[in-house]
Nanobody, 127 residues
């Protein structure tokens, strides 16, 4: 079982940027796709982005429209989410997770397709 810890959240003004990190421990996570999700108060957890085990393939939710970039550094057991041009509607708790699917993981975007989860990091965007 891999343990995941998110960091980098905070309060930012609309139009600002944040870089989230997800550090893995317990074992290497380089063999599985990884993803980011978010959950706003009163809403369901939703897919944000996913990345293949090698980092060569990525997938994004439509709402991002080029504002977010997912990446990973397997040598450091860390995944990142660079978020630019943030909007108030991006306010949520952001979670990183490890896919259950070794093959095609970035195309399986439901929360149930992911196994290990971090505790989340709060992102608040003020208008």
């Amino acid at each position: 079982q891999v343990q995941l810890v998110e960091s980098g959240g905070g309060l930012v003004q609309a139009g600002g940027s944040l870089r989230l990190s997800c550090a893995a421990s317990g074992r290497s996570f380089s063999s599985l796709p990884m993803g980011w999700f978010r959950q706003a108060p009163g809403k369901e957890r939703e897919f944000v982005a996913a990345i293949s085990w090698s980092g060569g393939s990525t997938a994004y939710a439509d709402f991002e429209k080029g504002r977010f970039t997912i990446s990973r550094d397997n040598a450091k057991n860390t995944m990142y989410l660079q978020m630019n041009n943030l909007k108030p509607e991006d306010t949520a708790v952001y979670y990183c997770a490890e896919s259950r699917h070794r093959v095609g993981g970035i195309d399986r975007r439901g929360p149930s397709d992911f196994g290990s989860w971090g505790q989340g990091t709060q992102v608040t965007v003020s208008s």
